[in-house]
């Protein structure tokens, strides 16, 4: 069974852009959770997806916003990027709500120049 | 505010040495989780510990759940240096929502 798969896996971008990352579940999957993870603030929740609805969001500015298609794929969107948007953005797969194991993707690393 | 703090943040050892890492916290998760995560990839979750004072082993790995389950600690006995990588632990704040420790970051050395 394919694990989570993250595109692109490398990113650069200027301040100002707009940057759109994708998550493709693993297959049967139907949550879909994305964090952040800088050296500084380590690995910090984002936003969390479940059949299309986001369900719980992390202390982010609205810059950085998501979604999820009927096919439980997810896309986040980050705009007017800023140098400290620089980071290893994950998302994680779980098959339902609760405390099924979340399984990462490997990241997209984005820099911001 | 939650706070996941883990100790030591570095930690350099010689192959066939034991160690210890913490992971303390001002609130009481429902679960901890313990992930491993090497560079250029995604965590991948080690365990999943429940049940106040509950030990867990995974071969070299041993995997403690404070009686408060507000703490936890993770001993590797004999390191490897394929136990290299970045420890995190991790609290179940619920609806999918990890909150991730600072992270100890280990290197054994052969």
């Known amino acids: 069974k394919a694990g989570v798969t993250q595109t692109p896996r490398y990113l650069i971008k200027t301040r100002g852009q707009q940057v759109t990352l994708s998550c493709s579940p693993i297959s049967g999957h139907r949550s879909v959770s994305w964090y952040q993870q800088t050296p500084g603030q380590g690995l910090q929740f984002l936003f969390e997806y479940f059949s299309e609805t986001q369900r719980n969001k992390g202390n982010f500015p609205g810059r950085f916003s998501g979604r999820q298609f009927s096919n439980s794929r997810s896309e986040m969107n980050v705009s007017t990027l800023e140098l400290g948007d620089s980071a290893l953005y994950l998302c994680?797969?779980?098959?339902?709500?609760?405390?099924?194991?979340?399984?990462f993707g490997p990241g997209t690393r984005l820099t911001v120049l | 505010t939650q706070l996941l703090e883990q100790s030591p943040q570095f930690l350099s050892i010689q192959e066939g040495e034991n160690l210890t890492v913490y992971c303390n916290s001002s609130s009481v998760f429902s679960s901890l989780q313990w992930y491993r995560q090497e560079p250029g990839e995604g965590p991948v979750l080690l365990v999943t510990v429940v049940t106040g004072g509950e030990v867990k082993k995974l071969k070299r790995l041993t995997f403690q759940f404070g009686d408060a389950r507000k703490d936890s600690s993770l001993h590797i006995t004999a390191a490897q240096p394929g136990d290299t990588g970045l420890y995190l632990c991790?609290?179940?704040?619920?609806?999918?929502?990890?909150?991730f420790g600072t992270g100890t970051r280990l290197t054994v050395i052969p």
């Open positions: 994680a797969s779980t098959r339902d709500q609760g405390t099924d194991t979340q399984y």
């Open positions: 991790a609290g179940d704040a619920g609806a999918n929502n990890l909150f």
